[in-house]
Structures are given as C-alpha cells and as structure tokens.
C-alpha cells in the first residue's frame, strides 16, 4: 500500500505554490484505484535558531553534501527524499526555516500541515538550546502535538560543549521527545533523525488508514469508499486538526513499473528545491 498524504498546506512562497500545483495536478479515478497506487509523504519542519545546521542538515540528508560556508535562510526552502518503511514508498518533505526571528511571521505559515518536527540546536550555542521550548510552542501553536525529536547537532565540538548531557536528556523528558546527537559534518546521526520520525508518522497514518477504511466498508452500501471525495479527514488524533493531515489519492506515476523496480528507483533519490 503506498497512500499520499497532501500536507502542502502552507500559504504563500514559490516553494509552497509549486508543491500545491503538483498535487492538485493529479485528477483521481478512485473506482479504479488500487491499494498499491497509492503513496505516503510526509511533511516535516526543522527549527531552531540561526547557525545550528538545520539547512546543513537537510542538505546533507537529501544531496549527501556538506559545506563549511554558513549562509543564512532567508524565509523557507524545501528539499525531499524518499525512502522506505516496512516495504512501502515514503517521501519525505523537509522543510527548512528561517532561524531569526524577524522571519517568524512568514516561516510559522508554513508549519501548518506538518506531521513531524525536529527541533535543532547547536552543542556550541547556549541560547540555540535554551531556545527550544519556544521552538516546541511555536510549532505546537500551528500543528498541535504532531512526533518530534530534539537534535544536538554539532556533536563533533563535543568539546566545546556548553550544555550538558544530564540538562539536554532531561530537557527531552519534560517536552516528552526523542534526543538524537548528531555531527552534520561527520554524518552522525543525520539519518535517523528522519527515519525515526518517518517511522512514527508511517505508524499512525497506516493504523488511521485501516481505521478509515474499515468504517467505510462497514457503510460501503450506501458510501462506496473513495468513490465521491478524494479527502478524508479526522485522520487520527495527530491529525484532525483543520487542514493539516488531509489525505488526498492520487494515481501512481506512470512507468513507476513493478514494486521490485520502484524499490530499486527509491532509495537516496535526491530531489530539487522547488
Ligand atoms: N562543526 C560543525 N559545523 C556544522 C555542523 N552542522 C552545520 N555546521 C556549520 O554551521 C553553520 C550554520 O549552518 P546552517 O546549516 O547554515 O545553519 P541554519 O540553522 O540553517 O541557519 P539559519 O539559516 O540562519 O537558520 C555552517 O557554517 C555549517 O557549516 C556540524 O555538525 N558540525
């Protein structure tokens, strides 16, 4: 089963406008569509103050590269890739955000959607830690409680740490998280920080998936499923609210091939800034 889960709900900007006309793109026959048509993407958001790697991250993650330079985001870019849980076709949406403040009024509109958040600081910066409580509100304001993991990043200044294992682990605890250590750099971690959450997020939206569809097979007479709406919404609690977790069906792409040919194709496949 692959289902696409639409999360481009995010206003605004070139990078949000092309991602919606992808998806509004695809006319769906729901009739003749099978389970494995179907395919997840997850969106997922990477804050935190300016200079602790969150763009480095994503780069590293999506192009496999790493650069010394620090150039600043200025409002939001978006990178994907795609890999696979329990035998199915994830894509992953990660979304990069301006750290300073002063673009806060343009990056929170595009936290809406998320299912997942990571919340970066750096082992060298103590205000980028202490920070992140505000970064957990911020995010929870526009997508509630959606899977999260808080990432040290820069592990590899280990000594030059200025925040202690004991304060991050119980800061992690009290905003009920998961702690991943990562070194951009060094390529420690960077992986499991998107795996894990694709995992988490795989989780529920399957189970929400099955729920959907067994209710709607207990009233197929008189509501075929996914014959008359593409959207099904009150997805799980994580994903209820409003527009944020609205599932669209979309057809496979064509020439995707055998599932054996598409697992070929998926893994690290590297994607453009929109
Ligand atoms: N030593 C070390 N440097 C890193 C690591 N990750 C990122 N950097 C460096 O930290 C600087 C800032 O990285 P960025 O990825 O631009 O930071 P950002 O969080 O996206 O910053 P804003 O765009 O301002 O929000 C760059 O010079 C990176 O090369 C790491 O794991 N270790």
Redo the contacts with the bound molecule.
Sequence with gaps: MRLLIQTATATGGAAAAALQSQYSQSQYNYSSMREDDIELAIKVV?V?????????????YCKGI?????????GVDFLERQIEIDGEDVRIMLW?????EE?DCITKAYYRGAQASVL?F???DRASFDAIKEWKRKVENECNEIPTVIVQ?????IEQAVVSADEVETLAKMLNCRLIR?????D?NVASVFRYLATKCHQLMTQSYDQANNSSSQNNATHPPFSSTPTISAFSPTFTKSSSGTIVLRPAKKGSGSSAARKRKIVLKKCGIL
């Design positions: 990477i935190g103050n300016g200079g602790v790697g969150k763009s480095s991250m994503i780069q590293r790493f650069t010394k330079d620090y150039k600043k985001t200025i990069d955000t301006a750290g300073q673009f970066v750096s082992t060298t990043n820069k592990i590899d200044l990562t070194s951009v750099k060094e420690i």
